[in-house]
Structures are given as C-alpha cells and as structure tokens.
C-alpha cells in the first residue's frame, strides 16, 4: 500500500515562510527541515520517521505549544480511573483463574486456605466493576456542548470494555460452578475418584450391610454433611455474584453499541448530531418566542407600573397632607 | 474483503501511531468512504471519541486542547481553504493532516502559509479516495453522473472536474494496489479516451517517481468502458438479492432508506446492509429470490427455536446461560428483523407493480430474439393498467434498443402509445436513448448476434432452456472479462493508450465503467473471481446504478442537450 510523506516538503516551506513573515527572528533549530529527498516512497512499514511529538520540537515553538495543550477537563481523570480500575480488575482475574484451578484439583490439605483466597479476589473483582460501572453512569452528565459528545463516545467504549470483562468474569465464574457441582457429585456417587476430603465412596458402605448406623457411619455422615453444607454455601456465593453480574450487564447493555447496525455507522452519528443540533436550534428559538410573547412577560411590565403609579400617588399623599 | 480491506489498513495506519484521545475531521466525500469500510465502534477501540465534518468544525468556537486532530480529507482547493481558516485559529493540540490522494505544490505552500502556531505534526498522502462498498466493488459517486453523456463543448468545467475525479479514484486504487497497470480503453467513448489517456499521462509522466513500483511477473490492466456500450443492464429489473434492494428500494453506501414506507418498525427505518458485518447476507447476497426466501424462513425458523428455548428458564444455571449469550440473542434478533422488513417490503412492491409480468418480457427482449412475439408483448403491457409509468418506459426502451433497425413502424407505435399513456413522459427520450448508445454507437455485441461464436452459444441455450426464466440475463461484461483472460480482446476494440503492451495474461484487472456499475454486475464479477481464481477483478464506476438513476441520468443529458442545441 502506497504512501507518501510530504512533512519534510511541508516543514521547509512553513520554516521559509516564517522566516519571510519574521526576517528578525534567529533561525530555530531544524525540528524537520532537513534537505531529505522531496519525495519519499513509503515502504510497508511505518513512515512517520519525522512525525515528532509536541515537547520535543524547538524551543521556541514549545513556549507557544505550552498554551496550546490546555489542562483537559476533570472527566478525563474520570475515565482514567475507570480504565485503570479495569486493568486491574483483569489483573486479579488471572490470579483468581489459578486459584480455581487449584482449588479444583485434588489435595491431601483442608482446602479451606483456597476456598478463602477464591472468596477474597472474587469479592475484590466483584468490587472493582461495580465501582467502575457507577463512576461510568456518572460520566454522562449534563451539559450540551461539544465535549458531551466526546464524553460519552468515552464512556460508550469504556461501557463495551467492562461489559466484554464482566462476561469473561461469569464465564470463569460458571465453569469453575459447573466443575465444583460435578465434584460434589462424584463425591455422592459410585465412581472412585478422590475428591478435597478424602472421603471414601459409599460403595464400600455397602458391603456392610448394618441395619443401625455404626460409629463409622456416623462420623462419616457428619464429615459429609459438613463437606455438602460448605459447597452448597460456596455456590450460593457464586451465584449471588453472577446474579450481581448480570445486574451489570443490563445497565451496559443500553450504552454499548450493537454491532453492524445503523447506530455504529459513522455517517448516521454525524448526521444525527447535525440533526440534533439544529432541532436543538429550532427549539430555543421556539421558546424565546413564547417567551417574549408569554403573558408573564406582560404581567411583570404591568405589576411594575402598577407599583411606580403607587409610590406617586404615595408622594402625592405626603405632599398634599 | 480486498478493497475494503486496503482502505481500513490506511485508516489503521492513520489513527495507530498517534497517541491519546483523537477527534477525526472529515468532509463530506470521505465520510461516505470511511463509513463503508470503518464502523463507529472500530474508531473508538482506537481511542476516537468525536467525528466532524469541516463545516462543523470551522463553526464551533469551543476549544479542545486535550485531543489530537486527525484530519483526513480530499485535496480539493474547497478543502484547502476552509483548512486555512481551521490552522489560522486552531481548537485543538495537534494537528495530523491526511490528504486521500496527490496533493499540489501550491496546495502545500498555502498551508505552509498558514501554519503560523506551528500545530501541524504531519501531512501525507494516503491514498484511499474510492468507496469500497464490497471485496471487489468499488464507486466514486460523482454528483454529475450525466457529464458523460454529454459532449464536452456543452459544459467544459462540469466535464473536466467529471474526469478529474475518474482519474483521481482510479489512481488511488492502483497506488492502493501498488500497481502501475497497461490502459485500454473503448474505442467508440471518447470520454473513456479522456480517461484513459489522462490516467496513462499521470501514472507514466507526471507522477511516474510514485507509481514505479516493483515489476511484477504479470502486468495488472486497466480497461476503461462506456456505460452505453451496455445500456441493458441497468434497465432490467433484478432477482438476487442486493441487486434486488438497490433496483426496488436504492442502496446508498450499504445503507438502505426504509423511512418512507409503511409496515417497517421503528428501529429498521435505516439498515445497513454489509458483506463484512452480516452473515447472512454474505451468504445470500447473491441468491436469487426465490431461494432467498426459503433461507430467510429457515433462519427465522431457527430463531424462534432459539428464542422459544430461551422463554422456559428452570434453573438459575439457565439464566445465567440466557443472561451471558443476551447480547448474541439481541444481534440475532436485529438481523432477523432487518432482513424480513426488507423481504417484505420487496415482496409488496413486486406485488404492486406486477413485476413478475413485466419482467419476463424484459429478460425475453433481453435475452431471445423473436421480433414479432416480442412486439405483441410489449403492447400489451402497454395496455394493461397496473403497469407503472417507469417499467412501460424500460420495456418501450428495451425493446427500442434490440430492435432498432427492424420494423420501424412497430417501433413509432410504440412510441406513441407511450407519450399518450404516460403524462410524465418527456418526448424523445427513448429516441435520445438510441442515439446515445444505439447499434451503431455500441463497440460490444450485447445480443450475441454479431459474432457467429456468440451467436451459436445463444443457439445452444436457446435449445438447453434456462434454469430460471428472470435471471437468464447476463450482463456484457461477463463477454469481456472472458476476452481479457483468453487474451481475446481485439486491440481495434478496445486499443492500448500510448506505446505499452500487454505481456501474457493480467494478473489484476480495473474495470472501470464511466457512467457507472450495477450490482447486476458487481455480482458476476465476484461469481468469475471465485470461479477463476487466476485472475482478480476489480469493478469500478462513477456511481452504482439502478434504473431509476440511469434514466434520470438520461433525462438530465436529454434535457440539458436539447436546451444547448436549441440556444
């Protein structure tokens, strides 16, 4: 793909016409015009060899760019929060997908020190979207001016990339669900697998054939039933925090932009924001008119020289008594 | 996905080395190429939070000194000055300028000039000035379509600017390809000379430094034809399904216009109708409609299956499932909607204007030749009521432009029955029709009745039969694409501009049809490319036609010329 590069072209006539606008001025240092072919073919690779950021360009210019980059507005810092949030939060759902991981495969130890580490990071997780998904709600606030629209493209992208997080945080979530299940199960069932207690099947139970409980037994079913209590008590947790998930989901739902429709076309948008801003025209000028036409309008002018006529006939009083 | 592809490689390359939030200023050509290739939720992955136009932009005071402007416009002296007036009192940090074809000299100097706050970081060329509406498809949509009807001594500046843009978009695409290709050109067109000669002066003189690329082992071509060398195709009703869209609704850049009917709900008023974004219609974009209709019932089948099983959650595991896979299920549901509001409303209008009557007399003058049956068919169509005033005049036009030569008197009849039956009808057009692309202007053998190979062929599937009565029709440029890769095309035909010559067979071929494409054949040269896999295709003109555009092209030419002669 062909490109071509006319910065170095454009740099030395912009320093030649500066100089005939300045003759007084010193010469600046040469932040581009250096004699390079006037014509540069690009190759497949990058061509932005002269594009220089603003702080590095010549002293003199930088005084003057200084003014330029104004401080951008507080809801940048917003928006920076949130993305940093969301980095983080996908930080922990690495160490939380090891942590399902261990916790699933099979181990000698009470593996309540897992259980606690897997409750902890989804907590935190849990937290950390839900924080950034109040801080995005709250970034699409009033005000009609142009950085509206740049606001809330900013919060549309941000809504898409936490909704992307939370679903991939739900399908960890159900997966390492669906696997706890099938674990409680086996443990119930007849096959031989060795599970986080190291209870033994009831198949051997079996050839006992005792008609009362043994002590054995006994022990046995209360070790089970607290294994099954703890489970089920570890499920419901994880399902609560789905649930608060798709809480989440639906309210970004509304800002994310479905793909492949109109809405994502970019001449639709401007052309709904030119239409928006003359409608938005059309509207002030109607109210400015029923403004100046209200009977409010009227009633003020008449109270006002209801009240001059009183305080003359006030003075009058005064004068004449 | 090849032009699309090459237009959003620009776009990545533009907005991936600048860092930070971006604004994106366009004009109102570059929109339409942006917005067929790049979608709004693309431009935000890449950190672009506001699209404007230049007009906006000047108008605003607001000043934005937290984004970077990336300004991607057309090299127009329009353009120039209103960026003069944007440099001069700039609203945002910096400034990266993309120009989508060659830029002059001058141009630079003025913006040289004035850059007095030094905010410009870069200026380049990247040469994307084409709308890459599919793989293979490519338009221009010059507003002065009608130019090339038209002599140029009626209106030199409408002509030259007509031109201009041509070669400035069929330049862009060879330096998008990185191809410097042999030109040939119709010989009968003078305007396609025009091209032809202006695009080989530019590639090999003026700008010879940019186009010389690496010499590849076969040489790319670009043919450069008449849209009157085939004024059939644009006139026939159509049966696959984006052709069938543009014919019966118009498709502008992917996008369709339901606003004006009836029965269409509210979100579908605007749909976009994208080979890259939808499956279905990739996969159907090219059927015909009867087979459509059996895959758009299959797939509404298939979604109430899905949204049925969707109504009966019995678990919490269920709702989870159904909360997480929402997002597909709503997409799905769009698409659904989309696609049966655009059957629908099609399936209306075919009802209404009796389109199936009518166009099988239309493919039968196209296709079979008979001049008597054709005649008592026409006729009485004519007579009957239901016919709209728009198809009476296509089928007086299409069979004025077979059977031209034979039976004269039949012909005035019908003439005459047309201005009488229709109130619109402005006298003359169908015979201004004929002299602009009549039998004897026309280089290419549209009926097959010229060449005995083609007429044995025409023999041949007479006695086969056809597979379906309305698609039996095959546009003219099948014929030359065969040419090209047989190495058939007679050089009396279709010369070579200047001194090249075509070594072996071309490896990419540009199409480019003045006047403008259809889908009809946009669709026969993506069916040939992925049939014959040797060769690429492209297809490209200075407007996507329908009927409805041909013929108000031509009254336009009909009206302007009859105005200049009468001066």
């Known amino acids: 793909m062909a490109t071509r590069n006319r910065t170095p072209l454009y740099r030395k006539y912009r320093d030649a016409l500066r100089h005939v606008r300045s003759p007084a001025g010193a010469p600046s240092s040469s932040g581009g015009g250096g004699g390079g072919p006037l014509i540069e073919m690009a190759s497949l690779l990058r061509s932005d060899r002269t594009y220089a950021p603003l702080s590095t360009d010549d002293p003199s210019a930088s005084s003057r760019g200084a003014v330029m980059v104004g401080l951008p507005p507080a809801w940048v810092d917003v928006s920076e929060e949130i993305s940093a949030n969301m980095q983080r939060a996908k930080m922990k759902m690495g160490e939380l997908a090891k942590a399902h991981a261990k916790a699933l495969m099979p181990s000698f130890g009470d593996g309540r020190d897992d259980q606690r580490a897997i409750e902890l990071l989804t907590h935190e997780i849990t937290d950390l979207l839900k924080r950034s998904e109040k801080r995005l709600q709250k970034l699409s606030m009033k005000d009609s001016s142009e950085d509206s629209n740049v606001r809330k493209n900013v919060q549309r992208s941000l809504a898409t990339d936490l909704q992307n997080l939370s679903m991939e945080f739900r399908r960890k979530q159900s997966s390492y669900l669906k696997q706890l299940r099938q674990q409680k199960e086996g443990q119930d069932g007849v096959d031989l697998e060795m599970n986080i207690n190291g209870s033994k099947s009831t198949f051997e139970d079996d050839e006992f054939e005792d008609v009362g409980f043994s002590e054995v037994q006994m022990s046995k079913l209360k070790k089970s039933e607290a294994f099954t209590r703890e489970r089920e008590r570890e499920i419901e947790q994880v399902v609560e925090s789905v649930n608060e998930l798709a809480q989440i989901m639906k309210d970004l739902s509304v800002l994310v932009i479905d793909q492949g429709t109109i809405i994502d076309r970019i001449d639709y948008n401007i052309q709904s924001v030119a239409a928006s801003v003359e409608e938005g025209c059309k509207e002030l000028q109607k109210a400015e008119r029923t403004q100046k036409k209200g009977g409010m309008v009227m009633c003020a002018t008449v109270l006002v020289i209801l009240i001059f006529i009183m305080i003359v006939l006030l003075i009058l009083k005064k004068i004449i008594f | ?567």
Request: charged residues 25%; proline residues 3%.
């Open chain 2, 1 to 567: 996905m090849v032009l699309i592809l090459l237009v959003r490689d620009y776009i990545d390359r533009m907005l991936h080395d600048i860092l930070g939030m971006k604004v994106l200023v366009l004009d109102p050509q570059t929109v339409g190429m942006l917005s067929v290739v790049y979608s709004q939720s693309d431009l935000l992955k890449k950190e672009v939070f506001l699209v404007e136009t230049m007009d906006n932009a000047s108008s605003s005071r607001e000043s934005m000194a937290h984004l970077k402007a990336v300004y991607f416009l057309r090299p127009s002296a329009d353009n120039v000055q209103k960026l003069r007036r944007h440099l001069a009192m700039p609203r945002f940090a910096e400034y990266h300028l993309f120009f989508s074809n060659i830029l002059k000299i001058q141009q630079i100097q003025i913006l040289a000039d004035s850059d007095e706050q030094e905010v410009v970081q870069q200026v380049q060329e990247f040469y994307a000035d084409f709308c890459a509406i599919d793989s293979y498809h490519f338009t221009l949509n010059i507003q002065n379509n009608h130019m090339y009807m038209l002599p140029t001594v009626v209106d030199p500046p409408g002509m030259r600017s007509f031109c201009d843009r041509a070669v400035d978009g069929i330049a862009s695409v060879f330096l998008a390809l990185k191809r410097r290709p042999v030109i040939r050109y119709q010989r009968t067109s003078d305007v396609a000379k025009k091209i032809a000669q202006e695009t080989a002066r530019l590639m090999y003189e003026q700008e010879s430094g940019l186009f010389d690329f690496r010499r590849t082992e076969n040489s790319s071509l670009l043919l450069v034809i008449d849209r009157r060398d085939d004024p059939v195709t644009p006139l026939l009703n159509q049966w696959t399904y984006q052709a069938m869209v543009h014919e019966l609704i118009g498709i502008e850049n992917n996008k369709v216009d339901l606003r004006g009917y009836a029965n269409v709900p509210k979100d579908q008023q605007e749909v976009v109708l994208s080979s890259v974004q939808d499956d279905f219609f990739r996969a159907n974009m090219f059927e015909n409609f009867g087979d459509l209709g059996m895959n758009i019932k299959r797939m509404v089948d298939d979604f109430q299956h899905l949204s049925k099983s969707s109504l009966n959650l019995q678990s919490i595991g269920d709702m989870a499932k159904f909360v997480s896979n929402y997002p597909e299920y709503r997409k799905t549901h769009g698409n659904v909607t989309k696609h049966v509001a655009l059957v629908s409303e099609m399936s209306r209008i075919v009802e209404e204007r009796r389109l199936m009557l009518v166009s099988q007399t239309e493919q039968e003058l196209a296709c079979t030749s008979g001049q008597a049956a054709a005649f008592e068919a026409v006729t009485s169509l004519l007579n009957n009521e239901s016919v709209s005033d728009i198809d009476r005049l296509r089928l007086v036009m299409l069979y004025a432009l077979r059977y031209e030569k034979e039976s004269p008197v039949q012909l005035m009849q019908l003439f005459n029955k047309l201005a009488s039956s229709s109130a619109k009808y402005k006298s003359g057009l169908v015979q201004f029709l004929l002299k602009q692309a009549g039998v004897d202007k026309r280089t290419g053998d549209l009926y097959g009745n010229r060449d005995l190979l083609n007429i044995a062929r025409n023999m041949a599937r007479g006695l086969k039969g056809v597979e379906n009565v309305y698609t039996q029709h095959q546009p003219l440029i099948v014929q030359t694409m065969e040419g090209i890769v047989k190495g058939r095309l007679r050089d009396v035909d279709y010369p070579l501009v200047g001194n090249h010559f075509q070594q072996g067979r071309p490896q990419d071929v540009v199409i480019f049809i003045v006047g403008g494409t259809t889908y009809e054949e946009a669709r026969s040269v993506a069916l040939y490319n992925a049939a014959n896999p040797g060769v690429r295709f492209f297809l490209g003109g200075s407007v996507v036609l329908n009927s409805k555009r041909f013929l108000e092209d031509l009254g336009e030419a009909h009206r302007i010329s009859k105005s200049s002669t009468t001066i």
